[in-house]
């Protein structure tokens, strides 16, 4: 627990000062922390369920169950590859060769400066747009590897 | 009383009770790995699949768990269909795939005459077989030291951060319902050792036996209402001191009157 050990509790404990105490507070205070941290930090886990009443047990359980939520610092933009049934068949596989051999990470791994982290996901639910790439907040449909680094910047871009 | 008939057989079973209990009332073996009495039903194995059905239902029927289904009064069950024999296999043959060494597992697939798993066996083969029983008594205990982490696949019994559990007093509880001895833990005279988190033993003032962990007497006691003095002395000195009272006083009466 000592690996981020200095970790700034004021925004967590802003996050806290909006919920009940209560354990149904759990899954709407961790994802205000994935969002102020850009991921879940140990201590601040350990102090959540300190102060929701929650066993730390229960809450290392939910927030390794939601793919929504990190246990390791994430990039400031996330690109997400959509690798369901569509997005795989229409290339998704070279997308990700793409994001790659451009940035060095695989799936699941950060860039050393923390801008980017590379993640696959299931569905996206936007198959007619196959293949899709999620950067930061922007949906790039119909995305090519040819083109894939004009939208690789940081945020997303407009 | 709800009157249902499983198997052929007519059973009386108790208001809000699960199928199950009626089941073993009725002397009808149902496979279960999942389900203990120190503990709620669960419904994860998914072992104790039965068919449920009515007389007006024109022979449709529903599939449900019988350790989570409450009886109803007028309900046919079938325990050992071809349905229900069917589904235990793909049951077995998946958790034969998880677990394909653990004696418990190969023996109870057996019976249903999986000899090898037809999946792709597990590359690190587990003796977890994820029933929750471990979890679920930490909770009754009033821990909560470990839980299941992570998803799909990946899913596994694991306290906080993997590391030794913050919460965990070392009472053994998890280790002791274990049904495959997965949960491995060392107790010596001085020290006890599970989920890499080591204990001090308390040792009997009266006889000198390690009976408990020195974190056990601690949160017993500071749940209130009995002395820490009591959780001390062993279980054995414990009933010795009672017998001996007991014989101070006169004794029980020989026979029970009648």
């Known amino acids: 627990m000592s690996e981020h050990a200095c970790v700034d509790f004021k925004p967590v404990d802003a996050i806290l000062s909006r919920y009940p105490r209560e354990e149904p507070s759990l899954i709407q205070v961790l994802q205000d922390v994935q969002r102020a ?15 929701l009443g929650v066993p730390l047990a229960k809450v290392f359980s939910v927030a390794t169950f939601y793919k929504a939520f990190a246990l ?16 795989h068949i229409r290339g998704a596989p070279q997308l990700i060769e793409e994001v790659q051999r451009r940035l060095g990470i695989g799936p699941g791994g950060t860039t050393e400066d923390m801008a980017f982290t590379l993640q696959t996901v299931n569905c996206v639910g936007a198959c007619a747009m196959a293949p899709v790439v999620i950067v930061g907040e922007k949906y790039v449909g119909a995305a090519k590897a040819t083109t894939l680094a004009t939208h690789l910047v940081q945020g997303g871009g407009e | 009383m709800p009157t249902l008939t499983i198997d052929g057989k007519t059973v009386h079973a108790e208001h809000g009770t699960f199928l199950l209990a009626a089941c073993r009332k009725a002397g009808i073996d149902v496979p279960t790995l999942c ?18 059905t009515r007389p007006e239902w024109d022979g449709w029927c529903k599939m ?8 109803e009064d007028g309900i046919v069950v079938h325990t050992r269909s071809q349905r229900v024999l069917d589904t235990r296999k793909v049951v077995l043959d998946l958790l034969l ?51 299941s982490v992570d998803r799909g696949a990946g899913r596994e019994i694991a306290p906080p951060f993997r590391g030794p559990p913050p919460a965990c007093i070392g009472c053994l509880a998890c280790a002791e319902i274990c049904p495959t001895g997965f949960i491995k833990a ?8 599970i989920w890499e988190k080591d204990f001090d033993m308390l040792r009997c003032p009266e006889c000198g036996r390690s009976h408990i962990t020195v974190a056990q007497a601690d949160f017993f006691a500071g749940r209130g209402g009995v002395p820490r003095s ?3 002395t062993c279980d054995v000195c414990k009933r010795a001191a009672l017998a001996a009272t007991a014989t101070r006083l006169g004794g029980p009466p020989a026979t029970p009157a009648r």
């Open chain 2, 230 to 232: 009591y959780f001390e």
């Open chain 2, 186 to 193: 060392e107790s010596g005279l001085r020290k006890r050792r």
């Open chain 1, 72 to 87: 390791t610092p994430q990039g400031r933009t996330i690109i997400k590859v959509c690798t369901g049934t569509a997005c």
């Open chain 2, 97 to 147: 795939a998880r677990c394909p060494e653990t004696p418990l597992i190969r023996d109870l697939a057996a019976t249903y005459g999986i000899a090898t798993t037809s999946y792709v066996k597990n590359p690190v083969p587990t003796d977890c077989i994820l029933c929750g029983l471990c979890t679920r008594v930490c909770d009754t205990m009033g821990m909560s030291a470990i839980s």
């Open chain 2, 64 to 71: 449900v768990v019988a350790c989570l289904f409450p009886v």
């Open chain 1, 37 to 51: 941290y850009n991921y879940l930090p140990c201590d601040v886990l350990t102090r959540v369920a300190g102060e």
């Open chain 2, 35 to 52: 389900e203990h009495p120190a503990v709620e039903p669960y419904g994860g194995c998914r072992l104790c699949v039965v068919d449920v």
